[in-house]
């Protein structure tokens, strides 16, 4: 994701120099009139959506759409989204930084009511929570999504579908997609709070392009010239781009009296084909060696062609309309158009594959050496080099599941063959946590099948480096005895260590300290669970908070100190990383607050708390967490005389248990129908259900939801 610094609030008057993110609008842009007036409607809409291919103007309309709200003192915030904002910590770290901007902005013309109040991030799920930080803000405010098709994350498109029904009044969305996201748009479409642009309204009519040709000088174009480029490139503006550039080649100006050779999508190749040859040598060879990057700037086109003057290069090519742009205020980062670069990286590839795979290799190792990992290991990866992806990864990975960024992890593993990465032992860790803490078990399978071959190698050090991450997916699987065995071969009293190998002991010390709560031990628990705190304060892991609170708040509760518990879990909670995380950490958290809230007999809290939350904690808690939140509902429906919906929660769970392989929490539900049952009165069927229960020890018994426990009625608070 990159994130526009031309985000602040404007009073000037709408002109071309501001209507773009860090610079001006591309050399005769035409303004869009008709367009903007469907927009700029009373009442505006809350969502405009422009979906239309590539080429088709979407950029540059969000751009001059931009001016005229920045002219109205409106807050602009411009975000363009890539393939990694699918990873949810990432994406939604990015929204932070936008509001605080967006926030600063608002300050900067506050009215006279006061400082912006501080928002209870915690008590709300994420879309609550930007909805809440935009409320706060005294101006309208404007933030634009480029390149939205890149979203392909369920649970991304989920948040964004549930945000935009609640946009508050002061808040507009200006979404740019070459698809249409299933965000519900057709649902925002017919209550009148959105707008849809489609490829046929950005065309351009016959009198925009009349006006988007008259600017260039000496053209000379007759109006007949002018309705067969019309005719032909059905106004699809990047076509009439390419006409415009082209059209001093006579071939080109020849072809205008054959209106049926080319189609409209046929046109592109032979007009940017066109278009080169207009260029003289030297400008051919740097736009086909730096079109094969996804973003250019000078010392990246320096270090990929060998040039020290590509700067003044670019500039050029963006006042000559060559199909490129700026991205921010000082013309640092530029972006070529896809179509343009497209046909530009075939051609070299096409006339010279060994020259591709060169600029690939310098520009990985330019982005490497910049740590920008992620445009990285995708030139490491185009240009054939899987081992020098797989290196740029394992060094990168140590910071990524520090700060719970999993699924970038996940994503470039996906890329990278298996035996690239058994190559690297710190690498196969690495790749574990985040599968581990992502549950991705089918994937988890060939990468634990490694861990256990360094496991029996024989080599101390290869079990030393991949013990801890063996424990964790053995408590994943619910295997504890063999979990409880493995953790224990490791040192986590040493505190020497630092970096990633202090977030492991950090999680080895968490483990150990789960083991304690199981143990009985609540004293032993509390030592480890210290011990793995300072692990990951040492570590800068902000991953582990989460997990460290609802432990420690677990092992009070069980201790009967509900009070305290129940505090800890609500400081937890107010943490603004819980909206935004979906990881086990945050998953273990609530699940642990909405059974705390249950002992307290604050119902409706509880109640609410998991309804928020419930696909965090279905798709990223721990067995016994897991247990702790859907069997306190389901006693809660019973409470409020919902027997049906409490049974609905117990058989959810209980299919949860099958696919996951539990048998243990399979056992805790059917003690918990035993329970039901005696409580209704139905001694008969509480013996049939009681029968059937599996009491073979395999598995282990419950750690914090013990079996026997289940039978007890619920503490006084």
């Given at each position: 994701m990159a994130i526009s610094d031309q985000t602040e609030a404007t009073t000037e008057t709408p002109s071309a120099a501001s209507a773009r993110p860090g610079g001006i609008l591309p050399t005769g842009a035409v303004v869009r009139s008709d367009l903007l007036a469907r927009v700029f409607t009373d009442p505006v809409p809350r969502v405009v959506l422009l979906q239309a291919p590539a080429g088709h103007g979407k950029t540059t309309f969000m751009q001059q759409a931009r001016t005229h709200w920045q002219a109205q003192g409106a807050a602009i915030g411009?975000?363009?989204?890539?393939?990694?904002?699918?990873?949810?910590?990432?994406?939604?770290?990015?929204?932070?930084?936008?509001?605080?901007?967006?926030?600063?902005?608002?300050?900067?013309?506050?009215?006279?009511?006061?400082?912006?109040?501080?928002?209870?991030?915690?008590?709300?799920?994420?879309?609550?929570?930007?909805?809440?930080?935009?409320?706060?803000?005294?101006?309208?405010?404007?933030?634009?999504?480029?390149?939205?098709?890149?979203?392909?994350?369920?649970?991304?498109?989920?948040?964004?579908?549930?945000?935009?029904?609640?946009?508050?009044?002061?808040?507009?969305?200006?979404?740019?997609?070459?698809?249409?996201?299933?965000?519900?748009?057709?649902?925002?479409?017919?209550?009148?709070?959105?707008?849809?642009?489609?490829?046929?309204?950005?065309?351009?009519?016959?009198?925009?392009?009349?006006?988007?040709?008259?600017?260039?000088?000496?053209?000379?174009?007759?109006?007949?010239?002018?309705?067969?480029?019309?005719?032909?490139?059905?106004?699809?503006?990047?076509?009439?781009?390419?006409?415009?550039?082209?059209?001093?080649?006579?071939?080109?100006?020849?072809?205008?009296?054959n209106i049926a050779t080319f189609r409209p999508r046929d046109l592109a190749d032979y007009l940017a084909d066109n278009v080169l040859d207009l260029q003289d040598a030297e400008v051919q060879q740097f736009l086909r060696e730096t079109a094969l990057l996804k973003r250019v700037c000078a010392p990246l086109c320096d270090a990929v062609t060998g040039r020290k003057d590509s700067q003044s290069m670019l500039q050029f090519l963006e006042r000559a309309g060559l199909f490129l742009r700026s991205l921010d205020a000082d013309d640092y980062w530029f972006k070529y158009h896809t179509l343009f670069s497209g046909f530009l990286a075939r051609q070299l590839s096409e006339q010279n594959p060994e020259r591709t795979s060169h600029i690939h290799a310098r520009a990985a190792q330019w982005f490497a050496e910049q740590a920008d990992y992620d445009p990285a290991i995708y030139h490491a990866l185009a240009g054939g080099d899987v081992g020098l992806a797989a290196e740029i990864l394992d060094h990168w990975a140590s910071r990524l599941i520090m700060d719970g960024n999993l699924m970038t992890v996940e994503r470039w593993y996906d890329s990278l063959p298996i035996g690239e990465i058994e190559k690297r032992p710190d690498l196969v860790v690495k790749v574990a946590y985040a599968l581990a803490f992502l549950r991705r078990r089918q994937k988890l399978e060939p990468i634990q099948a490694i861990l256990e071959r360094f496991a029996g190698s024989g080599d101390a050090d290869l079990v030393a480096r991949s013990s801890v991450v063996r424990s964790m997916i053995l408590i994943i699987q619910?295997?504890?005895?063999?979990?409880?065995?493995?953790?224990?071969?490791?040192?986590?009293?040493?505190?020497?260590?630092?970096?990633?190998?202090?977030?492991?002991?950090?999680?080895?010390?968490?483990?150990?300290?789960?083991?304690?709560?199981?143990?009985?031990?609540?004293?032993?628990?509390?030592?480890?669970?210290?011990?793995?705190?300072?692990?990951?304060?040492?570590?800068?892991?902000?991953?582990?908070?989460?997990?460290?609170?609802?432990?420690?708040?677990?092992?009070?509760?069980?201790?009967?100190?509900?009070?305290?518990?129940?505090?800890?879990?609500?400081?937890?909670?107010?943490?603004?990383?819980?909206?935004?995380?979906?990881?086990?950490?945050?998953?273990?958290?609530?699940?642990?607050?909405?059974?705390?809230?249950?002992?307290?007999?604050?119902?409706?809290?509880?109640?609410?708390?998991?309804?928020?939350?419930?696909?965090?904690?279905?798709?990223?808690?721990?067995?016994?967490?897991?247990?702790?939140?859907?069997?306190?509902?389901?006693?809660?429906?019973?409470?409020?005389?919902?027997?049906?919906?409490?049974?609905?929660?117990?058989?959810?769970?209980?299919?949860?248990?099958?696919?996951?392989?539990?048998?243990?929490?399979?056992?805790?539900?059917?003690?918990?129908?035993?329970?039901?049952?005696?409580?209704?009165?139905?001694?008969?069927?509480?013996?049939?259900?009681?029968?059937?229960?599996?009491?073979?020890?395999?598995?282990?018994?419950?750690?914090?939801?013990?079996?026997?426990?289940?039978?007890?009625?619920?503490?006084?608070?």
């Open positions: 411009w975000v363009s989204l890539d393939e990694g904002d699918n990873d949810t910590s990432r994406l939604f770290g990015h929204l932070q930084s936008l509001l605080k901007r967006l926030e600063a902005q608002s300050t900067s013309t506050q009215t006279a009511s006061g400082a912006i109040p501080k928002v209870q991030a915690g008590r709300a799920p994420r879309s609550d929570w930007v909805v809440d930080r935009l409320e706060q803000l005294d101006c309208r405010v404007v933030v634009f999504l480029d390149e939205f098709q890149v979203l392909t994350n369920r649970s991304i498109l989920d948040f964004f579908r549930t945000l935009l029904e609640r946009l508050p009044d002061n808040a507009i969305f200006v979404i740019g997609s070459r698809t249409v996201p299933e965000i519900g748009m057709a649902r925002l479409t017919v209550n009148g709070h959105a707008v849809v642009l489609r490829a046929q309204d950005l065309r351009f009519s016959l009198s925009e392009a009349e006006v988007f040709f008259a600017g260039v000088e000496g053209l000379d174009l007759s109006r007949k010239e002018l309705e067969s480029i019309h005719e032909r490139s059905e106004g699809w503006p990047a076509a009439l781009q390419l006409y415009r550039l082209s059209l001093a080649s006579p071939s080109v100006r020849e072809s205008l009296t619910d295997d504890i005895a063999g979990a409880s065995e493995v953790v224990r071969t490791v040192d986590v009293r040493d505190d020497t260590a630092t970096g990633f190998r202090a977030f492991e002991l950090g999680a080895g010390a968490n483990l150990e300290g789960f083991l304690a709560i199981a143990a009985g031990e609540p004293e032993a628990a509390h030592e480890y669970l210290s011990l793995g705190r300072a692990h990951s304060e040492r570590a800068g892991a902000a991953f582990s908070w989460g997990y460290a609170v609802s432990t420690a708040g677990a092992n009070l509760l069980i201790q009967g100190y509900l009070q305290e518990a129940l505090e800890k879990f609500r400081l937890g909670m107010t943490d603004p990383g819980i909206s935004l995380d979906e990881s086990v950490t945050s998953a273990v958290l609530v699940a642990c607050y909405v059974h705390a809230l249950y002992e307290v007999d604050a119902l409706d809290e509880a109640r609410a708390q998991f309804e928020q939350y419930q696909s965090v904690i279905r798709n990223a808690a721990l067995l016994d967490y897991m247990a702790l939140s859907y069997i306190a509902l389901a006693r809660i429906h019973d409470a409020q005389g919902e027997a049906a919906l409490a049974q609905e929660r117990l058989d959810e769970l209980e299919s949860i248990a099958y696919s996951s392989n539990w048998p243990r929490l399979v056992r805790n539900i059917n003690w918990e129908r035993v329970r039901r049952a005696l409580a209704q009165g139905e001694l008969d069927r509480a013996k049939s259900i009681a029968s059937r229960i599996d009491t073979d020890p395999v598995g282990g018994r419950s750690l914090v939801v013990p079996e026997d426990s289940l039978m007890r009625p619920r503490p006084a608070s």
